[in-house]
């Protein structure tokens, strides 16, 4: 019997970061009073009622659901991009030179996905990069974009500068405004720039805005804003989620926003694929898009969160660099992540190594805002202890 040639696709990708640091979670576990965890962006506070009843209200429904999502959960993602942020509607006028309608979002700008790791991860394959080609992530970046592009074939380039990225043309760039992990918030004149050299070279550009609505010191755009743009959607995909601001983890949902063309390919690769969102969870994300007052709400919790866990960590000796936005506190003591991972850690405190984020962030740790007003009391009194 031949043996099968299949390929062990795991064995492409790098290790788990999450399983690295099972020592350091097993030492904060110890502490007598508990561990206080600040590794992860868990959403931890309740899912809104509002939200909750939506999805009973929806539950009812026996069949399939559809993959491009419900008229209604469209409109409300276009209606919330546009209040929240001041991404325009559509207006129906005429597109770009490849045809593509690009005067703002309407119904056929958005694609609702199974969460957004999920759809990052797909986004290489299920928009053709080729084998071998070359996608560029940020330099310090959310893991899974390299995997995306791993499993793909594609090979993968660290970068935060176009002329960092040299002669070659990449097919896919990634974007991550507000950063995950540094909270870094690129200003309008960097998204121009990425936008105008894209445009020029035919690259399609991701932007990942899962924390645009968490920005602290300064305010944070979207690719899709007019300012950035010029109203031109084409060859752009913004990625949003409704995990962070609504407290949605645990019901993977979200969607993608942009480029008419490209929302209508990577639709219908998904259909083939039976990538759809559960008609029940539709219908919680209509009654979270359309509503503000708890996202309002859920901002302000992390916001006292923030102001506290800063200044403990500074009391501690720590510089917060970045930070301006997003659900972390990207923090150093010039020493190996490794190293701050093993003294948080002796404190009961568990976070993430930076190097989890790519070699520019091996001495940082990443200290998330995701915990009760409990777990973060508790841990500012210990990093503020004698």
Not at 54 to 61: T, Y
Not at 126 to 136: I, T
């Amino acid at each position: 019997m031949t043996a099968r040639r299949l390929r062990p696709v795991s064995g492409l990708l790098p290790d788990f970061p999450w399983d690295t640091i099972a020592g350091a979670k097993a030492k904060a576990a110890a502490h007598p009073d508990g561990i206080v965890d600040l590794s992860v962006g868990t959403p931890v506070d309740p899912v809104d009622p509002i939200i909750r009843q939506a999805l009973a209200d929806a539950s009812e429904f026996p069949g399939y659901p559809t993959t491009v999502g419900t008229p209604e959960l469209r409109e409300a993602a276009a209606g919330a991009l546009a209040r929240r942020f001041g991404i325009g509607r559509g207006n129906g006028g005429t597109g770009s030179p490849t045809g593509s309608l690009t005067s703002g979002l309407d119904e056929d700008s958005i694609l609702p996905v199974i969460g957004t790791k999920e759809a990052i991860s797909g986004l290489p394959s299920q928009l053709g990069v080729p084998a071998g080609d070359l996608v560029v992530i940020p330099e310090v970046a959310y893991p899974t974009y390299e995997v995306g592009a791993l499993l793909a074939g594609a090979r993968v380039l660290r970068a935060d500068s176009t002329v960092a990225i040299g002669p070659e043309t990449p097919a896919l760039l990634f974007l991550n405004s507000p950063s995950n992990p540094t909270g870094k918030v690129l200003p309008l004149d960097h998204l121009r720039k990425v936008v105008a050299w894209a445009r020029e070279r035919d690259v399609v550009v991701v932007s990942d805005e899962c924390y645009l609505g968490l920005a602290w010191d300064q305010p944070a755009l979207s690719i899709l804003d007019p300012s950035v743009c010029d109203g031109d959607h084409t060859g752009l995909i913004a990625v949003h989620s409704l995990s962070k601001v609504s407290n949605m983890a645990s019901y993977r949902a979200g969607f993608l926003a942009g480029d008419k063309q490209l929302i209508a390919e990577l639709l219908a690769v998904r259909k083939h694929a039976g990538l759809i969102v559960p008609f029940p969870i539709q219908g919680a994300m209509i009654a979270a898009l359309n509503d503000d007052v708890h996202v309002d709400a859920q901002r302000e919790r992390y916001r006292a969160r923030r102001e506290k866990l800063q200044a403990a960590l500074e009391s501690a000796g720590f510089t917060i660099d970045h930070s301006e936005a997003g659900l972390y506190l990207w923090s150093t003591r010039g020493v190996d992540s490794r190293a701050t991972l093993d003294w948080f850690a002796e404190r009961g405190i568990l976070v993430a190594p930076g190097d989890f984020y790519g070699p520019r962030g091996a001495q940082h740790v990443r200290v998330a805002l995701t915990a009760t007003d409990d777990k973060v009391d508790a841990a500012v009194a210990r990093l503020t202890a004698p």
